[in-house]
């Protein structure tokens, strides 16, 4: 089984179509929406992860892109350099996804990959730069 973070670009006139039930039922996908804006009648935007074959997922955006839906994998990560991180909080009230938490229990960040939109807005957001991101092909 593969993982895929890809955004999908939706064109004004697809915006109303159950879309995600497709992937689900036909590729036989997890679709895990990360971030959504998306409006009737204007260009749409949705953040997914999709899991299933590599060979479903392939098909799956095949579809997207023979029905007007462009996409746009990810091709980057966020790092956290753990050495450097104060645990101050700063990074968390500008994730807009969650990725970024502190455990209640020890005060510590911790990650959640999953969640993360690649955004990079903690990376402006840490006064000692701990965080990186990490371009890959
Ligand atoms: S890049 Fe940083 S701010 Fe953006 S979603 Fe990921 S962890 Fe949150
Ligand atoms: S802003 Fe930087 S130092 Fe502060 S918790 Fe986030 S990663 Fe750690």
Redesign the pocket.
């Given at each position: 089984m593969k993982k895929l973070k890809v955004i999908l670009y939706f064109p004004p006139d697809k915006t109303d179509r159950p879309f995600s039930y497709y992937l689900v039922k036909d590729y036989d996908l997890v679709f895990n929406i990360l971030q959504a804006e998306v409006q009737p009648g204007k260009r749409g935007r949705l953040t997914v992860e999709l899991e299933g074959t590599e060979e479903n997922i392939e098909r799956a955006l095949e579809f997207a892109r023979q029905n007007g839906v462009e996409y746009r994998p990810f091709n980057k990560n966020i790092v956290?350099?753990q050495g450097?991180?104060?645990?101050?909080?700063?990074?968390?009230a500008i994730c807009p996804s969650g990725a970024?938490y502190?455990d209640p229990i020890d005060w510590k960040?911790y990650f959640d990959e999953s969640k993360c939109l690649v955004c990079e807005l903690?990376l402006r957001?840490?006064?000692?730069?701990?965080?990186d991101v990490n371009m890959f092909v």
């Open positions: 956290r350099n450097e991180c104060m645990d101050c909080g700063a990074c968390i970024l502190m960040l903690c957001a840490c006064p000692v730069k701990a965080i």
